[in-house]
């Protein structure tokens, strides 16, 4: 355990009890990702975020890891935000004899915090599964956009707690917000801070799926299988392909659709996948 935080490379989890983040991977390629703070919100510190984006980032390479599922802790909460309790949610305290907030260093702390937090989300080569046991806040609802397929539970709720605050939404939430509802609908979410419930997350199109709080991990479990099982290497360049789609002009698109293509057709998945509808078979996907 590194600083309050388990990790496992095998189906079983820490034998500490309370880690602040578990980290387990089944037999079948499904990683398990549970932010463990219950009794916080399951609020992010600084250390817990940073071991998910190093977490990410490797999963992201390894043939192990076929599919994440990122949930969080309790029934009550999925992520209330990041941890303001002086555990690392704001800019380090300059050297002595410096200004109190030197010019870019509140810029520079969202960029390194919130922003590259979001960022190994979306660029991850993995799936991601986002299920939303709880109230999802501030950058605990980026985190759950940034997903790649959103569950929530009947009990969840999404709250864009800025504006609250009195402080610009950050954490990427005007990006995500924008491209899953359209700036009206951003503008509204973000301006009120509202609290939002599953069921207008979904039809808003912010959540895939609602369910009962009670089958929330089996059905994040039956989702995971399914990815992990599937052609691994094409669902990742789908997955960049779509998170890009909305960037660039449409040659560029095209582009980069095609080099995804020759890319996947050199993949053994690929192969197979012919091979199987040549054959009249049930591919057999090996995740390269």
């Known amino acids: 355990m590194k600083g309050g935080i388990a990790v496992a ?62 949930t969080g802790a309790g029934e009550r909460h999925f992520c209330t935000g990041a941890d303001l309790s002086g555990t690392g949610g704001g800019p380090p305290d300059p050297p002595q004899g410096l200004p ?70 950050d954490g990427g939430g005007a990006y995500l917000l924008t491209r899953l509802v359209g700036p009206q609908r951003a503008k509204e979410l973000i301006f009120f801070g509202d609290d939002l419930l599953a069921a207008d997350a979904h039809r808003l199109g912010l959540v895939n799926r609602v369910v009962p709080a009670a089958e929330l991990a089996a059905t994040a479990a039956e989702w995971a299988g399914r990815l992990a099982a599937g052609p691994t290497v094409a669902l990742g360049l789908g997955k960049r392909l779509v998170n890009r789609a909305l960037d660039g002009d449409r040659s560029t698109a095209l582009a980069e659709e095609a080099m995804a293509v020759e890319i996947n057709m050199t993949s053994e998945d690929g192969r197979e996948g012919l091979r199987a509808f040549a054959e009249r078979r049930t591919p057999r996907f090996q995740g390269w």
């Not at 989890?13 to 499904?30: I, Q």
């Open 9 to 70: 490379d095998g189906p079983s989890s820490s034998s500490d009890p309370s880690p602040d983040l578990l980290w387990r991977v089944t037999p079948e390629g499904v990683a398990w990702l549970t932010l463990n703070r219950p009794r916080a919100g399951n609020a992010l510190t600084g250390a817990q975020r940073d071991r998910v984006i190093e977490l990410v980032g490797a999963a992201s390479g390894d043939p192990r890891v076929r599919v994440i599922v990122l």
């Open 100 to 169: 109190e907030r030197p010019a870019g260093s509140v810029a520079r702390a969202v960029a390194n915090g919130a922003q590259r937090l979001v960022t190994a989300l979306l660029d991850c080569e993995k799936p991601i599964i986002a299920a939303v046991n709880g109230t999802a806040a501030g950058i605990g609802c980026h985190i759950a956009y940034a997903g790649d397929l959103v569950l929530a539970a009947d009990s969840a709720r999404f709250i864009e707690v800025f504006a609250r605050r009195g402080l610009v939404v």
